[in-house]
């Protein structure tokens, strides 16, 4: 049954007595309202008939869309719901959903991790999504050369951990101990940590084997170990030996970047009637330390570089060790 319009059309039959088009547009009374006094018939027709047409025609299109009467009963509120149901229903009938090629109806999301081709996105989708790509951004550098506590940069999310375990020292040589070593170079471990699961972390920072002295035939000292809280541990080089074979490099553990362990200290050679050193054993980045015959060998390279060994001249002469280098943590604070 076809719903019913109560809303009906005034004076549209032929012949009707209204104005043509082109006399209502000029009518003085059509700006300015109907004085005082007698109005013609043909004005006031015009008038009714306009009004009455398009009042027809929406009540008539949300009878027809909504299949439901429109009555003529003063509600205004239900005529409202009405039009608004109508215009909602006409548009999800009559507009396609929107895609890639066709204009139409998109939903929103605020789904970051969407493959949709018909959502979307909202503001706060865009906003969560250029937070992300700007993170990663180098907010600041920390380094420690010694031994202390880790507090993060506000806004820091990751970090790089870069550590060096020290260096060992080498041993010094005499004429009779001519089997001497250098000192071994430190570990090296790089990592990346979330830095929002703690407020601080202890660091510890190895101190460089020491050197003997001249005129002392000793071994070398060992370097001390690197440590970022249990994160990452980077083990000093072993001092350098007198006959007892290589030195040991520092042994590393933790990092998921690279880790890289010290390179052994060198042993010495017997040249004639001349003890000469062998070169430290070089962590990472770093290089060999020199053997001279006439001075001191030379210290570790920083960080965490071997210290060559002294060498022997003769009975009154010998010379000292190089002490192993230090070790050395850099903190690299990323958004």
Known sequence: MM???????????DGANVLSAEDYQTLRSRSNGFSAGVARS??????????????????????DTNNSDVADDGDLDKLQAGLIQALSKNVNNTVPAASLKTAGI???????????????????AVKAIVDNLSGGRLLNIQSFTESGIY????????????????GGSGARMSKQSRGSVSGAGGAYAEVLLDATSFSSVSVEVGTGGAASADGVSLDGGDGGGSYFGKHVICGGGKGGLIGKGLAKGGEPAGGNV?????????????TSGILSNGVGGASFGGYNALPHV?????????PGGGGAMGSYVNDDTQYAAGKGGDGFIILEEYS
Request: hydrophobic content about 40%.
């Open 3 to 13: 719903a019913k319009n109560e809303f009906l059309p005034f004076a549209t039959a």
């Open 151 to 166: 507090t993060p940069t506000p806004g820091t999310r990751k970090i790089r951990v870069k550590c060096w375990g020290a």
């Open 42 to 63: 043909q004005e006031l027709n015009t008038v009714w008939r306009q009004a009455s047409v398009i009042a027809h025609v929406v009540a008539q299109f949300i009878a």
């Open 106 to 124: 998109t939903q929103l999301s605020s789904a970051t991790n969407s493959d949709s081709e018909t959502l979307a996105a909202m503001p706060k």
């Open 294 to 302: 006439s001075l001191k060998g030379d210290d570790g390279s920083f």
């Open 258 to 270: 690279m880790m890289v362990g010290g390179q052994a200290g060198q042993g010495g050679s017997y």
